[in-house]
């Protein structure tokens, strides 16, 4: 079976690539979808819908789309849907970190979680499926893996960020990993 993953972060598809073995998983860049596909929803879960049916009525295919986010308890769940873009335009990772790092400054309350939403789009039915992984937010970047907020997050019964984890080792606990775990689940019942 060929899915495609509606994604052009290859830190994300790799991810996903090492935690799937029974069907083709297949990128955007595969189907020559080279447009910025809209995330223009006011939630983690619209995006992921959005993205899995732009790629599903226009190119005909399986497919499932995720979206991310990092909820901070002290911010009132921010940075959330607008994770990626926290600090401005362009994504960037370091200055969402030190934007963060900034707004946390004077709290002692730092609890956080990230969550991931799949929605995946096959045989003219669409399925929702949920990862959410609790922590903190450290008070300084640590490690040298992953990308995002991994180097400022460390998750619950840890000691070491998710970006001082081996691939296998924060796939096995995280938000991304855990969804896709019920993705997997549930194509396999198909199989």
Do not use: W
């Not at 619209?46 to 009525?57: E, Q």
């Not at 460390?154 to 775990?181: D, T």
Request: hydrophobic letters at 35%.
């Amino acid at each position: 079976m060929k899915i495609v993953f509606a994604t052009n972060n290859k830190n994300k598809l790799k991810e996903v690539q090492a935690l799937v073995s029974n069907f083709e998983l297949l990128s955007l860049q595969d189907i020559q979808c080279l447009e910025d596909i809209p995330e223009t929803s006011d939630s983690i879960e619209g995006n992921s819908k959005l993205k899995a049916d732009y790629v599903t009525k226009k190119y005909d295919m399986a497919c499932f789309a995720d979206d991310t986010g990092l909820e901070i308890n002290a911010l009132n769940g921010a940075p959330g849907v607008y994770s990626a873009r926290y600090a401005g335009p362009g994504n960037d990772a370091e200055k969402n970190m030190q934007k963060v790092l900034n707004e946390l400054k004077e709290t002692s309350n730092r609890t956080a979680q990230f969550k991931t939403v799949i929605t995946l789009n096959l045989n003219g039915q669409q399925h929702v499926f949920e990862g959410i992984c609790k922590g903190t937010i450290l008070k300084e970047k640590t490690g040298q893996e992953g990308f995002g907020y991994d180097p400022i997050f460390q998750p619950e019964g840890f000691s070491k960020s998710f970006s001082e984890m081996n691939m296998e080792e924060k796939g096995a606990i995280s938000h991304r990993g855990l969804a896709v775990k019920k993705l997997i689940s549930f194509l396999n019942k198909l199989a």
